[in-house]
């Protein structure tokens, strides 16, 4: 298996822009999650889904992040318009119920930088 | 207070050295515990899953200590390859199948 596939690697933007960042869950896994990581607050999760429905997402910052997940393969979360102090680490990850409670499998992660 | 909190470190520790790591939770119904291990500028990865009883996987120990609040990591016999940030991870929610994350501790083995 791939693992989890999350593109882009790195993006710079200028503030003001959108950013989309992308998520493929391994094949199979029925949870998806968002996270992101930086120096200040650590590992923070935003949102979750569960067979494609969001489930929680009271770690959404504010109105300007949304995340989707039209189906069981791909995930999407979009930052509009992108602030500096959104420049992180975003992490996707992926679980399976019943093969080890919570274990998480993640991306390598999206290096996201607002200039 | 956050929900789970470790000591950043660094631990600075020689190679063949024994090290403890601490990580206190704040959620008494928490049921899930776990240790990941995150490289520099990598992703985390699941290291164990700390058991009641506690548990061994070759050189790492994890406990857990319920009424306390805290679980704990101890790696023997260090290696330069065990040089990481370790991340405590609680899953803090009946049904609720988020994991909170520490903060982490980093791991520095000198040769």
């Known amino acids: 298996d791939a693992g989890v596939i999350q593109s882009p690697r790195h993006e710079v933007t200028e503030m003001g822009q959108e950013v989309t960042l992308r998520c493929k869950p391994i094949s199979g896994h029925d949870y998806l999650f968002w996270y992101r990581q930086t120096m200040m607050r650590g590992l923070e999760l935003l949102i979750y889904f569960n067979n494609n429905v969001p489930i929680d997402d009271s770690g959404m910052p504010e109105d300007r992040f949304s995340a989707k997940m039209p189906n069981a393969s791909f995930s999407t979360l979009k930052i509009q318009p992108s602030e500096p102090r959104d420049s992180a680490v975003y992490f996707c990850?992926?679980?399976?119920?019943?093969?080890?409670?919570?274990?998480?499998?993640f991306g390598a992660g999206s290096r996201l930088t607002v200039l | 207070r956050k929900e789970v909190e470790q000591d950043p470190g660094p631990f600075n520790v020689p190679e063949g050295a024994t090290v403890a790591f601490n990580c206190t939770y704040s959620n008494s119904a928490s049921q899930s515990f776990f240790w990941y291990r995150q490289d520099c500028r990598k992703e985390p990865k699941l290291l164990m899953s700390?058991?009641?009883s506690g548990n061994e996987d070759g050189r790492f120990t994890a406990q857990l200590n319920r009424a306390s609040q805290y679980i704990s990591l101890l790696i023997r016999d260090s290696k330069l390859s065990d040089s990481a940030t370790y991340l405590c991870v609680v899953n803090t929610g009946t049904g609720r199948r988020a994991l909170t994350f520490g903060s982490g501790t980093r791991l520095q083995v000198q040769p």
């Open positions: 990850a992926s679980s399976l119920l019943g093969a080890g409670a919570n274990v998480l499998t």
């Open positions: 700390v058991y009641s």
